[in-house]
């Protein structure tokens, strides 16, 4: 596709329930990342991926957040026993080449509601 | 622990003008610094890039400083348009680390 695109775009769960967010970056982008945006925040790191290798998890906030990247293309985020404070946008972005320095492109992102 | 302040109130300027944005950070050594623009409903669009060795990096009507002693990196939009209306991002990213750092941005509201 032309760009990262995510779904579902908007998500509403139950408190207890899991969640899976997709990501499909573009095509032939080696990292992807994942970010989490509240409201009148910037996005809040909390994982990313070069191929299918997992390399830095610092970000995610407990066990229940996990994120795979199997095939090293579409990555799934998943929410286990979801909690209200889990509700905000969740944005995923990828970027070219392993290069320190390269900009990174982010998709529409999830909206994500725990009620 | 580290922290990026941006300007949490909105700037108000009139059509024509330089904008002038401004990040500041503390607790943190980057090796680069990247701008983002965001639109409401969207996701962060990537502006510009500077490197801890530069000073200064320009692109069109877009022009970006970086003061490693200030810690300090100005963002600046000359020849303002309504068009230029968003939410302005700062990031940073460290030595060897490919995560992004976000400040909370800036609104910038460009009147006719």
């Known amino acids: 596709g032309a760009g990262v695109s995510q779904s579902p775009r908007y998500k509403v769960t139950k408190r207890g329930q899991d969640v899976a967010l997709r990501c499909d970056p573009i095509s032939g982008h080696v990292s992807l990342y994942w970010y989490r945006q509240a409201l009148g925040q910037g996005p809040e790191f909390l994982t990313y991926f070069n191929y299918e290798a997992q390399q830095d998890k610092s970000g995610l906030p407990n066990d229940r957040f996990s994120a795979e990247r199997p095939e090293g293309s579409i990555s799934t985020l998943t929410i286990q026993r979801t909690e209200q404070r889990d509700s905000a946008m969740y944005r995923c972005a990828s970027s070219s080449q392993t290069n320190t320095y390269n900009e990174q492109f982010f998709g529409p992102g999830t909206r994500l509601t725990v009620l | 622990s580290q922290k990026i302040e941006q300007n949490s109130e909105a700037l108000n300027i009139q059509e024509g003008k330089t904008a002038t944005l401004t990040c500041n950070y503390t607790?943190?050594?980057?090796?680069?610094l990247q701008w983002y623009r965001q639109d409401p409903g969207r996701g962060p669009v990537f502006l510009l890039l500077i490197r801890e060795n530069e000073k200064e990096k320009r692109k069109e009507r877009l022009k970006v400083t970086f003061d490693t002693t200030l810690k300090q990196s100005l963002f600046h939009i000359t020849a303002s348009q309504p068009a230029d209306s968003a939410t302005y991002l700062c990031?940073?990213?460290?030595?060897?680390?490919?995560?992004?750092?976000f400040g909370s941005g800036t609104r910038l509201q460009v009147q006719p």
């Open positions: 990031a940073l990213g460290g030595f060897g680390r490919r995560a992004l750092t």
């Open positions: 607790n943190y050594s980057p090796a680069y």
